[in-house]
Every structure is written in C-alpha cells, then in structure tokens.
C-alpha cells in the first residue's frame, strides 16, 4: 500500500478470517488448546498484559471485556499495566504468570531468564506450564496480526461467561 492509498472506511487493512480461513482456524483452535487447564480469569490476565506490551489495542479491549465478563475486577485489570508495583492486586501465581509472559513477549533483551521460568516453574506444573506457554504464543501471534491488520476497537461484545 502506497501512502497515496486509503484504507478502507472502517481502517481495517486486511481481513484474515476472510482472506486466509485456514490460517484464522489454526490460530482460533491453537487457542483452544493452549487454554485447555489453564485458570480461565488467568488466560485472560496474561491476554491482557501481552497486548498492553504489544499496543493491540483491539485485543486489549476484546480481553479487557472478556476478563470482565469472567468475573475479573475493574480494579486487577485497571493495575495490570502496572503489576509490578501492584504485585499485591495479584496471587504469586499471577505474578509468575505475568512475569513470563513480559519475558515472552519482549524477546529484544534476550531469551527468557532461567530465573523468570524457575519462578513460573515453582507456580505451575508440568503440564499447566506448556499451556500457559501456548497462551502467551498464541495472544502474541493473534496481536501481530490484529496491529498489522489495523483492527478497529471497541465493537467487541463477550460470549457470556460459563
């Protein structure tokens, strides 16, 4: 697209459910996978935070809702941007989880501590650890595309919570 170029009304430069169903569905049931044993309100504090980092503002307000819609508190997802100083909002289970997906998520300085994933380790088991891995992948792989695509916030409505 060259700057002389619009895009499209809505601002939207690409719709991948549209253009490239199969990728869409692999992201949406890796999702699935990936959440499978892991606390709900958990996967969608972790959501949050990684595209708080990642300026998605189309996921932030779609997880944003959904944390909600779960019974999570105005004033959690108000601290999360800040958790490091409001490590008391959180359980040391959240902070382990928080703490990895930052590492995760900003690779530039580095991989992920040894001390980063001890300290994750030390929360989660095995098994609820490779899930909450997957999460953190795929929210940072749904943020990439929705920044790319320049999706529109604000027109999100959640399922309603089980």
């Not at 692999?26 to 504090?45: C, F, P, Y």
């Not at 019974?71 to 928080?98: C, M, N, P």
């Not at 992920?112 to 929210?139: C, K, M, N």
Request: charged content about 20%; proline content about 3%.
């Amino acid at each position: 697209m060259t700057t002389n170029e619009r895009l499209p009304e809505n601002g939207r430069r690409i719709d991948l459910a549209k253009l490239a169903p199969d990728v869409f569905k692999a992201l949406i049931r890796l999702d699935t996978a990936a959440r499978q044993g892991v606390d709900q309100t958990l996967v969608e504090l972790v959501k949050v935070r990684a595209s708080q980092i990642n300026h998605c503002a189309f996921c932030i307000d779609m997880h944003t809702k959904d944390a909600l819609a779960h019974g999570e508190s105005v004033d959690r997802i108000v601290q999360l941007s800040a958790w490091g100083e409001s490590r008391h909002f959180y359980t040391a289970k959240e902070v382990a989880a928080l703490e990895l997906t930052e590492a995760i998520t900003v690779l530039t300085d580095g991989f992920v501590p040894d001390e980063v994933y001890a300290r994750a380790a030390s929360q989660f088991d095995a098994t609820e650890l490779a899930h909450l891995i997957g999460v953190i992948t795929v929210i940072n792989a749904f943020n990439r595309v929705s920044v790319t695509a320049r999706n529109v916030p604000g027109h999100y409505t959640p399922a309603q919570a089980h």
